[in-house]
């Protein structure tokens, strides 16, 4: 596996697993700014598809778990990949995995919280909605209070 070249999702170059993550390779990109820094090739725009390169054309839920347990990516790239699963994907069985897959890798973060409140507000499949319900009360137990009070108000 060591061998697995990364295409960093930044810049776009390919690299080793050494030197995949955007501070490892000096990469142009002003992570902290969020811009191509001036000495970068210019007018480049970097677009999230790019994220999905690096790995390979079958990446699936499973991968991305396997991709976090084995250090290949790390929680935020993790929590980017099942954000792309759960808003793209047309097929329920895929969209509840990447759900689950935010409880099953711990991932705890303002950006998790905000996709799973957003699928409990706006989503219109109502197992997506129960199981964004059911994730967000066991990684959140506080901040999930007020959204589980307004869903019952509202039901």
Same mark, same amino acid.
């Given at each position: 596996?060591?061998?697995?070249? %990364?295409?960093?999702?930044?810049?776009?170059?390919?690299?080793?697993?050494?030197?995949?993550?955007?501070?490892?390779?000096?990469?142009?990109?002003?992570? /902290?700014?969020?811009?191509?820094?001036?000495?970068?090739?210019?007018?480049?725009?970097?677009?999230?598809?790019?994220?999905?390169?690096?790995?390979?054309?079958?990446?699936?839920?499973?991968?991305?778990?396997? %991709?976090?347990?084995?250090?290949?990516?790390?929680?935020?790239?993790?929590?980017?990949?099942?954000?792309?699963?759960?808003?793209?994907?047309?097929?329920?069985?895929?969209?509840?995995?990447?759900?689950?897959?935010?409880?099953?890798?711990?991932?705890?973060?303002?950006?998790?919280?905000?996709?799973?409140?957003?699928?409990?507000?706006?989503?219109?499949?109502?197992?997506?909605?129960?199981?964004?319900?059911?994730?967000?009360?066991?990684?959140?137990?506080? /901040?999930?209070?007020?959204?589980?009070?307004?869903?019952?108000?509202?039901?």
């Amino acid at each position: 596996m060591d061998d697995i070249p %990364y295409r960093c999702t930044f810049c776009g170059m390919v690299f080793c697993s050494n030197h995949r993550l955007p501070e490892n390779h000096e990469c142009p990109f002003d992570l /902290k700014g969020k811009s191509m820094k001036k000495d970068s090739l210019e007018h480049s725009e970097v677009f999230y598809q790019d994220a999905l390169d690096f790995l390979d054309k079958d990446l699936s839920v499973a991968k991305i778990y396997e %991709y976090v347990t084995t250090k290949k990516i790390n929680q935020i790239e993790a929590t980017e990949l099942l954000t792309h699963f759960l808003e793209v994907s047309e097929e329920i069985e895929v969209r509840i995995n990447s759900i689950m897959a935010f409880k099953v890798l711990d991932l705890k973060n303002n950006n998790v919280f905000n996709i799973l409140e957003s699928c409990i507000l706006s989503d219109v499949n109502p197992e997506i909605k129960k199981a964004a319900l059911k994730v967000i009360k066991e990684l959140f137990p506080k /901040k999930s209070k007020d959204i589980t009070h307004w869903i019952k108000n509202h039901e």
